[in-house]
């Protein structure tokens, strides 16, 4: 993500708010409540030093940032990637609560990250960096309070031992602090995927009120990791062609579409994005071109799946999309100028605030399982989440007709009314001016 991609001169949380003040422009909302998101409630910024295996000490720059709690504790994952700041985590933190709000869930937002490429260090190393963020972030999280979540370049393991340092340090064992765990140390089924298929509902409701028919509709993936390759997976198996995927070496494309299954198996086998068919464990290598990142997100596709990080799809190149619709699986993929470009050229675009919506939905089952102590079959947590994406989609897609306005207008309306009622239930100043007659 260069400064050029981030928009608003580099600086993402400015270009998250740019977002938030055009929605709110379309439906009114009390002052209070955009004045409260525009400020985190909390921000954490520590130094993690970690004795590396070769005996040498490296410090890692690591945030948490609890943007609002009004409707509830604040949720949201960790993420561990090189260009993590400040700014960017108070975006993420900031469509976090809105993300939140649009599943209708009682949580508000909060993200983490460090300043970190995870691929370059050992597995034992990876564990002392995540124990001790844990141990730096002291009572900042809690069950109650604030809790993290996996995010990019982190996954149930990392989950498995901040949940256990956590417990560790607070001398009782804690699920609930943590969601995105392994199964077997209270994590939820349907977890792993839930980010992707999620997305999948959403793309079905459209498919329904479109009328595609998914064996003649075209998609692109950008980023294959967790939420892109289970998003790819579902549509294939529905028929849907997906000629492109990419990871952060760069993508493949293939007219007659790949199969996704071959792909993620090699993937993650090799950790190499390689065209191939498999039979069993024997794979071959199929014809296919390869393409660069930003080729990708400009091929004439009907469906383009972002889901990678942020600021792909910026003023430079939203001219060049040929997509008719664009699902943000990833958060925030395209800036705020790059998001007039295509509403001027008159193309869906999916907001991420609904589109990635279900990890932290099912994040929530989670959460309500370990405090109560259950454990829901993989079918019930897939026919909450499918009810949950369903539900929300339909409303965004009326609200954007009631407005006339696009779905990310619609979706953050949806959201500043949830956040709204919040916080006038607590009284704004038509309340307290008020003399109470
Ligand atoms: N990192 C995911 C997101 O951006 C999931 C957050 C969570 O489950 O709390 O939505």
Redesign the pocket.
Known sequence: MSDAMTGANGDVFRDALTKLERASAHRPVDPEVLLRLEHPKAMLHVSVPVRMDDGSLRVFEGYRVRHDDTRGPA???IRYHPQVNLSEVKALALW?TL?CAVAGIPFGGAKGGISVDPKTLSRLELERLSRGFIGHLGNFIGPETDIP???VYTNAMVMGWMMDEYSRLNGRRTPAVI??KPIHLGGSLGRDDA?GRGAYYVIKELEQRHHWDPFATRVAVQGFGNAGQHVAALLHQDGYKVVAVSDSQGGIYREEGFDIPSLIHTKNESRKLRAVYCEGTVCEMVPAETVTNEELLELDVDVLIPAALEGQITEKNADRVQASTVVEVA?GPTTSDGDAVLADRGITVVPDILA?AG??TV?YFEWVQNRGGLSWTLEEVQNRLSEIMSRETLAILELGEELGSDLRTAAYALALGRLGAAVEAQGTKGYFNDDGD
């Open positions: 949720k949201g994952g976090m993300k979540a996996p995010d969601t995105g980010t958060n990635n990890g932290v994040s």
